[in-house]
């Protein structure tokens, strides 16, 4: 039997990583191509385009990856099926229940591959290429450590420690220096809000040096005009830039703030959920086969797989959407879909026995 699950698994696995690398390849060709349109603005150039692209290609892997499983394990246990390999496995007595657990085992490794991409690769390339893409374009330096958010805006530096939301900010402070790199102005608010086009500062401490004077104000508040925009605060708390335990403290630090974190908690079980979808596809996968698909082409079966697939990532973004909107249950939004089809799974195992 191990052969058995080695066969099956291995043939599931390989077809699963050919139809992720066709689907990355076409994605990658038309967020290229999209991207060529930025190419000339500020120092952004045709090779920094390309390498944002590659970079974005882990993120783009983990949100298609329940397609591409599904599509691989349909290509894969079609493909035996077309070979009468599966008809022989059933005349020696091996049950449908045997032959989805064999193909559920290769469906485990793929399973701790998504993992890897979606908590370690993704958020850290991903929060990478758009730092270095936003760099570029506007020409301002950016950086994240455990002190908070730092940045560069001209001759001023810029640290942020708590990022309430892209247009909501706590404990600021902002550093001016004179064309000697002299600190001339050193500024900290306690919050900053996003008001049309700049920051409000609220309860404002300001410090002064001139030579060897030093003078302190203060004041309740007072606009500040700045190159950062929400767009690019937005890339800190971005929740597909989160690992999920980052999303967890996250979730937890907005709470605690008494903000809305309904956005952070749907991608948080999304996380939980994504790496069961596979699992499910490639459940879904063997009694498919075994009953609508048996006697069809692999074209035929590439296109209900497309089509399966697309219903299932746009049921997952309406489902994510209604949760914010609606204020659905986060677990239930991101399981939903999922759900669903484990459900037309097991039919067709039913109607198959």
Not at 38 to 50: C, P
Not at 122 to 130: F, G, L, Q, T
């Amino acid at each position: 039997m191990r052969k058995l699950d080695r066969y099956i698994g291995g043939t599931v696995v390989v077809n699963i990583l050919l139809s992720l690398l066709v689907l990355l390849t076409l994605a990658g060709f038309i967020t290229l191509l999209e991207e060529m349109e930025e190419v000339g603005r500020g120092s952004y150039r045709t090779i920094d385009a390309l390498f944002y692209v590659l970079l974005i290609l882990p993120r783009g892997a983990y949100e298609i990856f329940p397609v591409a499983v599904l599509l691989g394990s349909l290509i894969g246990v079609g493909g035996l099926a077309s070979h009468s390999e599966l008809i022989a496995m059933r005349a020696a007595g091996i049950s449908l229940a045997r032959i989805i657990l064999a193909a559920l085992k290769g469906g485990v490794l793929v399973m701790l591959l998504v993992v890897l991409i979606g908590e370690l690769v993704a958020p850290n390339s991903e929060k990478y290429a758009e730092v270095m893409r936003a760099e570029k374009i506007a020409d301002r330096v950016t950086h994240k450590t455990k002190y908070g958010f730092w940045a560069r805006d001209g001759k001023s530096y810029i640290n942020i420690r708590y990022i309430l939301s892209n247009s909501e900010l706590k404990g600021i402070y902002i550093y001016e220096f004179t064309n000697n790199r002299d600190l001339k102005v050193a500024t900290y608010a306690a919050s900053a809000v996003y008001q049309q086009d700049h920051w409000l500062l609220q309860d404002i401490h300001q410090t002064h040096f001139s030579g060897d004077l030093v003078s302190s104000t203060k004041l309740e508040s007072a606009a500040w005009e700045s190159m950062l925009s929400p767009d690019l605060i937005d890339i800190v708390v971005r929740p597909s830039l989160l690992p999920i335990w980052s999303l967890y403290q996250y979730i937890e630090f907005l709470h605690e703030n008494g903000q809305e974190a309904r956005v952070y908690e749907v991608a948080f079980w999304g996380k939980v959920v994504t790496p069961l979808v596979t699992l499910v596809m490639v459940f879904l996968s063997v009694p498919i086969v075994f009953g609508v698909l048996r006697s069809v082409g692999v074209g035929q079966r590439i296109f209900v797989g497309a089509l399966l697939g697309m219903v299932f990532l746009m049921l997952t973004k309406s489902f994510a959407n209604m949760a914010v909107v609606y204020q659905m249950n986060p677990l239930f939004a991101s399981a939903f879909p999922g759900l669903l089809l484990l459900a037309a799974g097991l039919w067709v195992v039913r109607k198959q026995h």
